[in-house]
């Protein structure tokens, strides 16, 4: 499903997009935390940074685990047309070394860790996709 273009296979309703990173305390930053950084990071980051920005909050993301380290970023969720992720992954990964889903480690990998680009009609897709998940109006 993977070679038709996204918006496509996203309206078909056969493919959920995939969640990673979406932590809500301390505990589960805490149990995806590694105490060294991993062979991969450093291409991950690079691919969670380059995502495609889909919904952007006012709102500041903070650090979970250290109340000092003040505003991260700024809230936003990003995505690939297959996963999803918000902006603050990637501190948690440089900072933390989270482990991230091998499923999500070797998609990244069979995209030799690039994103593709999406248009707005892609983008546009993704959203009614994720909100008909979620249930969402």
Not at 93 to 111: D, I, Q, W
């Amino acid at each position: 499903m993977e070679d038709l273009p996204t918006w496509r296979w996203l309206m078909t309703g056969d493919v959920r997009l995939r969640e990673v990173g979406f932590y809500s305390s301390a505990i589960d930053v805490s149990a995806a935390a590694s105490a060294v950084e991993q062979p991969w990071e450093q291409m991950a980051a690079g691919y969670l940074e380059r995502g495609m920005t889909m919904l952007v909050s006012p709102g500041w993301a903070v650090d979970l685990l250290n109340d000092q380290a003040g505003k991260i970023c700024q809230y936003s969720t990003l995505t690939d047309g297959v996963w999803i992720w918000p902006s603050d992954l990637v501190h948690y990964l440089r900072t933390y070394h989270v482990v991230l889903p091998e499923e999500f480690l070797e998609h990244m990998a069979s995209r030799s860790w690039v994103v593709p680009e999406l248009d707005d009609a892609e983008l546009d897709a993704i959203c009614e996709r994720l909100e008909l998940q979620r249930g969402t109006p």
